[in-house]
Nanobody, 112 residues
Framework: QVQLAESGGGLVQAGGSLRVSCAAS????????IGWYRQAPGTQREWVAS???????LYADSVRDRFTISRDNAKNTVYLQMNGLKPEDTAVYYC??????WGQGTQVTVSS
């Protein structure tokens, strides 16, 4: 059974950068699709980016060219590098293993 732990969230000014991490245990991050999602208050959780077991990356239109998803197999961790942050990026960010397991989330707040 896989367990996920997100970290790296925080408060940043608009235009700034932040990197959030998703550390996995129990399963390899290279054995399945790992997705990043986010949920702002009063909204539904939305998909942000994903990386497949082959290393193929996909991005939501709202973050393409600003966010980068990557994977470190040695550390069994998936990252989401977020550049050019906007106040509308403020949300709790979650990672997900396949279509089953979610992490507990990490708060990202972007001030204007």
């Amino acid at each position: 059974q896989v367990q996920l732990a997100e970290s790296g969230g925080g408060l940043v000014q608009a235009g700034g950068s932040l990197r959030v991490s998703c550390a996995a245990s129990g399963r390899s991050v290279s054995s399945n699709v790992i997705g990043w999602y986010r949920q702002a208050p009063g909204t539904q959780r939305e998909w942000v980016a994903s990386i497949s077991n082959f290393g193929t990356t996909l991005y939501a239109d709202s973050v393409r060219d600003r966010f980068t998803i990557s994977r470190d197999n040695a550390k069994n961790t998936v990252y989401l590098q977020m550049n050019g942050l906007k106040p509308e990026d403020t949300a709790v960010y979650y990672c997900r293993y396949g279509d089953t397991t979610w992490g507990q989330g990490t708060q990202v707040t972007v001030s204007s």
